[in-house]
Nanobody, 124 residues
Framework: EVQLVESGGGSVQPGGSLRLSCVLS????????LGWFRQTPGKEREGVAT????????WYADSVKGRFTMFQDKANDMVSLQMNNLKPDDTAMYYC?????????????????WGQGTQVTVSS
């Protein structure tokens, strides 16, 4: 059974930092891309960052470029999202996801497996 388990969410003031982590259990699947998405109530899920599992090339949504960094620890089957200079607009439920195909498109329907989500709240 594939499992993605996120951790690291919480509440932080504007300008603060958080690091989200996601532990992967691939059950033999070869993920091509790993991604981070976020969603607020009433809105569609938004792609934040994606990484090619082999090359470790990353792509970021314009809204987070220069503030968020995605990286992986292959030895421990973990992927993380370092979030700096957080803004109130970053408040959302954040999801880790794994793609077996075209994950570079950073679209929800290109990802096959999802974690349960972790809440990030940015507020003064």
């Amino acid at each position: 059974e594939v499992q993605l388990v996120e951790s690291g969410g919480g509440s932080v003031q504007p300008g603060g930092s958080l690091r989200l982590s996601c532990v992967l259990s691939s059950s033999g699947y070869s993920f091509t891309y790993l991604g981070w998405f976020r969603q607020t109530p009433g809105k569609e899920r938004e792609g934040v960052a994606t990484m090619n599992r082999n090359s470790e090339m990353t792509w970021y949504a314009d809204s987070v470029k220069g503030r968020f960094t995605m990286f992986q620890d292959k030895a421990n089957d973990m992927v993380s999202l370092q979030m700096n200079n957080l803004k109130p607009d970053d408040t959302a439920m954040y999801y880790c996801a794994a793609s077996l195909g075209r994950g570079w498109l950073l679209q929800e329907n290109e990802y096959n497996f999802w974690g349960q989500g972790t809440q990030v709240t940015v507020s003064s």
